[in-house]
Every structure is written in C-alpha cells, then in structure tokens.
C-alpha cells in the first residue's frame, strides 16, 4: 500500500485507488479480477448470478490467483422482488411481445417451473460468500442485511457498498459499510438505486461525487464516466478517495465481454448511450441496438425483475453466441470513447496511474 | 485578462474563467450579469423571450452598468417549430388536462389568436441583437445560422454555442463558434440537444467534456453541476478550459429567482431533480412538485414546444405571482446543494475562484 492510494488504499490494503468495476452475468472474469489485483488496483467480480456452490468455488480460484485484496460483488434483491413468482400464463402474456425474437432464434418461451428453477436465493448466496471469506464483499441495489455487515467484520472482511443518490449513501454508512461508491447515471449497466424511482434517482456523476463527500465520512469510490487519467483527477478533485472502473475493464482483454459487445464499445454509438429497462426489468444503461430501438414504446409496460430478465435471457445468450449485436445488451457507460479498448488490463491499469499523476500536478 | 483565464480568458477578455449560465424568462437580471462581469467572469443574460426593442434596450442597459465582456443569449428555433400554429379547437384540446390548474388559478386558455401574437421571431431578435453589438453572443438549442456567425465576425462580436454531444459540438465548431459550451445533462433548465432526440442525448458532465475537449480545437466551457470550486478544478482537469454556472448564480441575490424558487434551491429536494416536458414541451431540469408529480403520466403526451409553453405560460406566472411553489417550474441543476445560496454573486464568483485555486493545488 502507499500514501497514492490515499484512504481507500489504506482500509483495503491496495496500491492505488482504483476498483474494476464489477459486472455481473458473463462479463466478469477471473482473469480480470486477477490481473486489476496483481496491477495493485482493487479486481472485482460480480457473483449476482452464480449459485451458492459456483461462489464458494469462485473465491477459491480467485484466491488461488492472487495474494491481493480483490471484491466479490452482489445484488441485494428489493422489498417484494423475492416473491414474484409468474405462472405459465402470466409469462406467456409478458412474452407476447417478443414471440418475433424467440421465433426468430429458434427458441420457446421458458415455462414458469424453469423460471423458477433458476431463482436466486441471497440469502443462501450471502452465506456462501462469507464462508468462504474474500477480502473485500461489495454490495449494489441496496442495504445488505446488519447480520451480513456483523459476520463480515467479525471476519475481517471489507463490505463496500453503492449509492446512486446522497441519501442512499448516508443510509449505508448508517448500516455499517467500511465505504461508499457513489454511482453517477454516467455508469454503465444497471443502475442501483433502492431509495426512490431509478427516475427521481438519476444524479449525474459529477455532481454526485462532491455532495457524497460532504454528506459521509467513510472512503468514497466516484463511479461512472471515468475511463482515462483525466478522469481520476478530476474525481480526487470533487472529493472522492478512489474511483470505480467499469467499462474501460471491461473493453480490455482479460474480461469476459463478447467480440460483439468489445467492437460496439468502440464503435460511434458508444458515443450516446441509453436507459432502458427492456434487457431485464431493471433500468440499465447501455448502447442502443435494434431490439432497444424496435421495442422502445413498451419500456414502461415490461415486467419488473426478474421476470423480464428470466424471459430475456435466452434471446441474450442465443444472440450473443451467434454474435447478433442487434439483440444483445450492450452495456457501457457514457465514456467508453475514453477506454484504450482491448489492450491488457494491467497495462490499461498502469496507464490510468500514470495518466492521474499528470493531470493531478497539472 | 489574467493567465488563470486561459484559453477563455484570452478569447474574451474576461479575468477568470467562469461562465454566468445565461437563464431565460424572468430569471435572468441586468443586476446579475453586472456583478458578475465586474467581479471578471463573463455575465450572461437570457433574453430569448423578449422582442427585438426589449433585446436594444438590455443590451443598452448592460453596457451602461458595466465596460467588461458580456454574453447576451439566445435560443436558435428546431426545424418546423416557428411553423406550429394551433387553432382554437386544438388548444382547447391540448389545454383539457390543465383546466382545473386555469380553475384554481382564475384563468382561462390563451386563444390561438393570444398564442400567435406572443409568437417569437428568431431572425428580428438575432438582427436586433447584432445591431445592438454585444461582446458576445451565445446560442442554444441549434446552429447559428452562417449569416449571423459572419456578421458577427464582421462586428468583432464572440459567438458561443452550447452542445449536448459530442457530434453538436464537432457541428458548432465547423459551423465557425469561437467557442463550445459543453452542456452535460446534470444542467438545470432546459436541455438544449438538436441533432438527436433528447432521450439519446442525455451524457453527464464528467462523461462529456474530456470527449469535448478531444473532438473540438476551440475554446471549451464546461456546464452542468458545477457550483463550487471542487467543479471548476475537476473540469479543468477534464479538459475544460472554463466552467459555466446556472445554478450557483440563480441562486444569488442578484438573480431574478423568485422566493420560491429560492427557497426550494435550498431544499432537500434540489437532490434529486427530475427531467421533465410538462413546463414547456421541451425536455428541462428541475425541481419536482405537486403539478410534475401529478402530471408525471402524461410527459410523453403534451404538444411541443412552443404549444405547451403558451399553454403553460400563464399557469406558471399566476402561480409565481401568488408564492406557490407547487406549479412553478422550479429549474435547477444537480448541484444546488453545493451553492453559497444568497450571497452576493460578486462575493460568489470570488469565493469560486478562490476554491478553484486551492483545489487545483492540492
């Protein structure tokens, strides 16, 4: 650790103050996480989708690569999302709209027992994850339960929470978290606001940033649009200990994006990204394609997750194994122009630091 | 003119490199732009509503109250707005949903004939304001016309665009602006994007102006979340060349905000700010309150602008004029909380520069 990696670096033992972002559902890597962690960054890996057993596994392997702090980051389902539970007739009433797609991708409609086979149970995945003790457990979505807060820092496990709104990071620092990533609407993915409406919840990166530094005293990682050296400057200027990266991470080699998704990422379109809740019933920023275009008149009308995310995930996965960028989701956040694009993630890493002590002494 | 200036600075003849955003109706003030060009940053009046007489006398007024640079700006009409002319029949229609707002305000629907007579003409205002020969002249909303842009030159007056995007501010700059103002979407009031829906124009601050800077050779000026000097040292670490402040200077006594608006600058819910088409039919930032709220089903729905603006118009003045804050657009941006709130804008400005300084060197 050195004094460049500021209070981030300090209570997690990094060298620098940079996490990797962590995506969930195929994007992350092993690979990644390693090599961030290996570079003296914070690798992350998100966990969201994986079972009980594939976490304890995961943590070992992640373990097994290296001897630096890494985070495993999960989902905390909100009030009433655990207990959606559509049958068959209400799932073909949802799926009515995309029978063209499944159609079109030689696929059916999931039945409700297959939906609910493949149902994520926090609890059981929480439990898994503290068991197996990675150094640093990171949070989006909301507040992990004060039980998991306990048991973490009983084991001297690092719990970082997300906020998308001042008042969603005065409410984990209250729960205990050891910092806090405040998550502009810059950032890519699904956005994780819990307090109020992902619509009144929207607070741009930069403004973000300085009113979360004033409003807690724990460390706090500005996430969202930052993708070059310019960019760390800029957010230890507004008052933050370290930042997030997302889709720079994701562009580099190590990471499990698609061909499709890497050449969208640094195509023009990249350029003005979308909100749309269509990939999974959960707003999520991402580079607009044909499905998104297509369907844009039912945004508000799909349903919540995670129903529209078990109807869509075999039109992504089909889509994203024939390489159909039309149909998959293109997640980026509004600065991918600013990525090196598919170079190591160390080396991505390196120049990152280099670039922020330029434009710090600038 | 000062080093500090930089690239702005030199450009304009102005001493610090700090923007006054320049509002429109009724809350932008000769007072204002005064102190602010006094105090060395460029102040900026909005005179987009007032006829081409009302833009000789202000600009008058601005030259007698101070001999430093000033900005005068105005909105650039989109394609086939200044060709919307609704008859009665359909602004009764339009108006159904705001009768019981005329009702409880003592009003009643403007006829087609008071919607045409209060109609605005882009070219008697630019020819008015060319003549009356300001420092600078700013636009948003669109290109100046090449016409106005030569004359300008021919006059020695700076003309500064506003861009949403990347792609705005490449056309602003092939279209011969001395200047871009890089207007990211935590900005309060009206965005100004004109070459793709709104929707997918929408690009944080933090995310925007690095991408600006890159793509454009001109002067760029930073907008959007900006209000202390944590901002204008993280924007120039992005790549700005200056910053733009709305917000921060509504709020200082000078400004024409009424009490209301005021009051609710200052209120937990200037955290967390809405986007919003029901004030005027073109997209703004601002406040939510009861008449947003209640409204919130029918954004898609109400008539462009500048139909529903004139249905509005006179909602938004009865409601000012009697102090309810509850169907008043209340504009601000992402930053409200970080403003001095009513200082004077002399000692606002000077507190910026000073902040600026020390976060730059720290």
């Known amino acids: 650790m050195s004094a460049a990696a500021g209070r981030l670096g300090e209570l997690l033992g990094i060298d620098h103050p940079v996490v990797q972002g962590p995506f969930g559902g195929g994007l992350s890597s092993v690979a990644l996480a390693v090599a961030v962690s290996e570079g003296g960054g914070l690798g992350s890996y998100g966990a969201h989708i994986l079972s009980p057993e594939a976490i304890t596994d995961l943590v070992a392997e992640l373990k097994a690569g290296t001897q630096r702090p890494f985070a495993v980051n999960l989902w905390v389902p909100l009030d009433g999302e655990e207990d959606l539970r559509p049958d068959d007739a209400e799932l073909a009433r949802h799926a009515e709209r995309l029978l063209p797609y499944y159609a079109e991708l030689g696929l059916s409609v999931p039945s409700a027992e297959e939906v609910d086979g493949a149902r994520l149970d926090f609890g059981a995945q929480v439990d898994a994850l503290l068991a197996a003790g990675p150094p640093v457990i990171s949070f989006v979505m909301g507040i992990p339960p004060r039980r998991v807060i306990d048991e973490a820092r009983r084991r001297g496990t690092a719990v970082i929470g997300t906020a998308t709104t001042v008042d969603e990071a005065v409410a984990l620092e209250r729960a205990g978290v050891d910092a806090v990533v405040a998550s502009g609407s810059d950032a890519g993915g699904h956005r ?24 807690v005293s724990v460390p706090v990682v500005a996430a969202g649009g930052i993708a070059d050296g310019r960019g760390i400057a800029a957010a230890l200027a507004l008052g933050a200990d370290a930042v997030q990266i997302g889709t720079g991470f994701l562009a580099t080699r190590e990471s499990g994006a698609s061909a499709v998704h890497r050449r969208a990422l640094s195509g023009p379109d990249a350029r003005t990204t979308v909100l749309t809740r269509l990939f999974s019933g959960r707003t999520a920023r991402g580079i607009p394609n044909r499905f998104v275009r297509d369907m844009a008149a039912y945004e508000d009308e799909v349903p919540p997750y995670p129903v529209q995310n078990a109807l869509m995930q075999p039109i992504r996965r ?38 922020a002590r330029e434009h710090r002494a600038g």
Chains 1, 2 share one sequence.
């Open 192 to 215: 994780g606001a819990f307090l109020r409406p992902v619509r009144e919840s929207l607070v741009g990166t930069f403004s973000l940033i300085p009113q979360v530094a004033d409003a």
């Open 318 to 355: 089909a889509a994203g194994g024939q390489g159909r960028a039309e149909y998959v989701n293109l997640w980026s956040g509004q600065a991918a122009a600013l990525a090196r694009g598919s170079v190591g993630a160390g080396e991505y890493l390196a120049s990152l630091v280099e670039g």
